[in-house]
């Protein structure tokens, strides 16, 4: 066994990495569409997915956003988004092997097939359970709002990644009861069905070693951070080192 340690950046590039080695969205970026919504994990993945079919350019998860959670210093709107969104890039639509640059979820969903793969974050995880819930500050649900027709509808593949540090311990369909209530301020709370993937599953994918969550929190700029124990044979443990080793100094996300 082996403690590693990874910051919510760390862990964000490193849940990038192991999807863009996940056997299915290799498959479907080839023959299929995969569909990445903004967010600010998903930025993450939008950057390994176009480096795996050769864009090194045009692209940056600086604005890869709708809606986003700032410190009290820089608050946001009610609704959760952040104030300038000119800068918002769309989402990133990779259909056999081609970023559709400018494209976004609304433009492409209503003919994504079974076959395709939409991913999309969350904003509460439970870990336990491996279900999530995301903020809704649209009235229309926003963006898992056309989605979930398509993959209830059509089966089209619904991939949500999500980092441990938002992780909670309440039931998330009595939290939506709460949330959602008529009266309510804020933003609404939808949990989904999908298929978490978090930093033990990108450890499991990339490695084959198995890991769980021991302790959490720092401070410096590691706040927020994860203490994960991996477990495998010697092989397995020294890939998830040299991997995590390459994800750990990965900078602060920046707006």
Same mark, same amino acid.
């Given at each position: 066994?082996?403690?590693? %340690? $990874?910051?919510?950046?760390?862990?964000? *590039?490193?849940?990038?990495?192991?999807?863009?080695?996940?056997?299915?969205?290799?498959?479907?970026?080839?023959?299929?569409?995969? #569909?990445?919504? #903004?967010?600010?994990?998903?930025?993450?993945?939008? /950057?390994?997915? $176009?480096? #795996?079919?050769?864009?090194?350019?045009?692209? &940056?998860?600086? *604005?890869?956003?709708?809606?986003?959670? %700032?410190?009290? &210093?820089?608050?946001?709107?009610?609704?959760?988004?952040?104030? @300038?969104?000119? /800068?918002?890039?769309? @989402?990133?639509?990779?259909?056999?092997? !081609?970023?559709?640059?400018?494209?976004?979820?609304?433009?492409?969903? @209503?003919? %994504?097939?079974?076959?395709?793969?939409?991913?999309?974050?969350?904003?509460?995880?439970?870990?336990?359970?491996?279900?999530?819930?995301?903020?809704?500050?649209?009235?229309?649900?926003?963006?898992?709002?056309? &989605?979930?027709?398509? =993959?209830?509808?059509?089966?089209? *593949? $619904?991939?949500?990644?999500?980092?441990?540090?938002?992780? +909670? &311990?309440?039931?998330?369909?009595?939290?939506?009861?709460?949330?959602?209530?008529?009266?309510? !301020?804020?933003? *609404?709370?939808?949990?989904?069905?999908?298929?978490?993937?978090?930093? +033990? @599953?990108?450890?499991?994918?990339?490695?084959?070693?198995?890991?769980?969550?021991?302790?959490?929190?720092?401070?410096?700029?590691?706040?927020?951070?994860?203490?994960?124990?991996?477990?495998?044979?010697?092989?397995?443990?020294?890939?998830? /080192? !040299?991997?995590?080793?390459?994800?750990?100094?990965?900078?602060?996300? /920046? =707006?």
């Amino acid at each position: 066994m082996k403690p590693f %340690m $990874l910051t919510p950046a760390a862990g964000k *590039r490193l849940i990038g990495k192991a999807l863009a080695a996940h056997p299915a969205i290799v498959k479907a970026i080839k023959s299929n569409t995969v #569909a990445i919504i #903004a967010g600010t994990t998903n930025g993450y993945i939008a /950057e390994e997915f $176009l480096q #795996a079919i050769g864009v090194t350019t045009g692209f &940056s998860k600086r *604005r890869f956003f709708r809606g986003i959670v %700032m410190p009290p &210093s820089r608050p946001t709107r009610e609704d959760g988004r952040y104030p @300038d969104e000119s /800068e918002f890039p769309g @989402d990133v639509i990779i259909t056999k092997g !081609k970023w559709q640059k400018g494209k976004t979820i609304f433009d492409v969903v @209503d003919n %994504m097939r079974e076959g395709d793969i939409i991913l999309k974050g969350a904003n509460a995880l439970d870990l336990a359970g491996k279900r999530a819930a995301i903020y809704i500050g649209n009235a229309k649900g926003g963006t898992i709002g056309v &989605s979930l027709p398509a =993959v209830i509808g059509r089966r089209v *593949r $619904l991939i949500i990644p999500v980092g441990l540090e938002k992780r +909670i &311990s309440g039931n998330l369909d009595d939290l939506a009861s709460k949330l959602n209530a008529p009266g309510r !301020k804020g933003p *609404r709370f939808w949990p989904v069905p999908g298929e978490v993937f978090t930093e +033990i @599953d990108a450890i499991a994918t990339l490695t084959g070693a198995k890991a769980e969550l021991v302790a959490a929190g720092g401070v410096g700029g590691a706040e927020g951070c994860i203490w994960l124990l991996a477990s495998g044979n010697a092989a397995q443990l020294k890939k998830a /080192e !040299k991997i995590i080793k390459a994800c750990a100094s990965e900078r602060l996300f /920046e =707006v």
